[in-house]
């Protein structure tokens, strides 16, 4: 659900964007917030441990 109303929120940005003077807006723009988004995920999972993992070991 974060992961879904962040991107939300870019391609939102990015439609503000296209009509500000000066600026533009871009999809490319929006899929690069999705791959942060997604890059943030796995390394999130990558960094935290399940805690069913943690109460195995004691």
Same mark, same amino acid.
């Given at each position: 659900? @974060?992961?879904?109303? &962040? #991107? @939300?929120?870019? *391609?939102?940005?990015?439609?503000?964007?296209?009509?500000?003077?000066? =600026? &533009?807006? !871009? #999809? =490319?723009?929006?899929?690069?917030?999705?791959?942060?988004? *997604?890059?943030?995920?796995?390394? &999130?999972? *990558? #960094? !935290?441990?399940?805690?069913?993992? #943690? @109460?195995? =070991?004691?």
């Amino acid at each position: 659900m @974060a992961a879904a109303l &962040t #991107v @939300a929120y870019g *391609a939102i940005d990015e439609f503000h964007q296209h009509h500000v003077p000066g =600026r &533009t807006g !871009t #999809v =490319r723009d929006v899929a690069i917030d999705a791959l942060g988004v *997604a890059l943030a995920i796995i390394l &999130t999972g *990558a #960094v !935290t441990t399940p805690r069913a993992a #943690v @109460a195995g =070991r004691h």
